[in-house]
Structure formats: structure tokens, C-alpha cells
């Protein structure tokens, strides 16, 4: 099992920066892609950004050249770095880690969330 606690949202005006840090603990080691997604009321929950073990990231087109994923050296951290928000960047923000299991799949493991509103 992996725990994901997050922590760093907030009311922030347009055009400011936000920085969401996401610390995970228990069987950390089978994890291979950490990530954010979003959930903004009356929609799905959507990627914003993830990154792999060995660095790759992938960020939903909407927050490219905006915001920037990074993991820490031990790898249990993954922060979620935010500038120019707007206000469409409002949501509850979701740290996401994946484990591979057998038949190509992934088990997801999710944090309780944290809300992000900026105000325009």
C-alpha cells in the first residue's frame, strides 16, 4: 500500500505561484509514475502532469510552459511548481502514484487532495 499526503494549495491572485508538494510513504518502491491530476467542480478529473522514474514528464497541454513537475533524489516527493495561474487553473488538485501489476495495468493510489482557487 502507498500513502499520499499533499499539502501546498491556496488562494492565490492571477498570474501568481503556487508550489504543491506530494509526500508518499509504504511500498514506495513499486511505484513507478507519480503525477497531479485536477478536479474542478461539474468535471472530470483530468492529468495535469506526470513523471516517471527516470524523469520523463508529460503535462496536459493547458498548463505546458506554466507549470513544472519534479521528484526529489529519494524519490518520495513530488512537487507540482505553478506560475502564471489563471482562473481556469481552479480545482482540487490530486497527487496520483502507479504501480504496475500483471497484464500491463496499473494500481493507482490517490492523496485526499488539495484546494487550489485563484482569484481573477
Known amino acids: 500500500q502507498v500513502q499520499l499526503v499533499e499539502s501546498g494549495g491556496g488562494l492565490v491572485q492571477t498570474g501568481g505561484s503556487l508550489r504543491l508538494s506530494c509526500a508518499a510513504s509504504?511500498?514506495?518502491?513499486?511505484?513507478?509514475?507519480m503525477g497531479w491530476y485536477r478536479q474542478a467542480p461539474g468535471t472530470k478529473r483530468e492529468l495535469v502532469a506526470q513523471?516517471?522514474?527516470?524523469?520523463?514528464?508529460n503535462y496536459a497541454e493547458s498548463v505546458k510552459g506554466r507549470f513544472t513537475i519534479s521528484r526529489d533524489n529519494g524519490k518520495s516527493t513530488v512537487y507540482l511548481q505553478m506560475d502564471t495561474l489563471k482562473p481556469e487553473d481552479t480545482a482540487v488538485y490530486y497527487c496520483?502514484?502507479?504501480?504496475?501489476?500483471?497484464?500491463?495495468?496499473?494500481?493507482?493510489?490517490w492523496g485526499q487532495g488539495t484546494q487550489v482557487t485563484v482569484s481573477s
Open positions: 513523471i516517471t522514474n527516470g524523469g520523463s514528464t
Open positions: 509504504g511500498s514506495i518502491s513499486s511505484i513507478n509514475v
Open positions: 496520483n502514484a502507479e504501480e504496475p501489476v500483471p497484464l500491463g495495468y496499473s494500481r493507482k493510489y
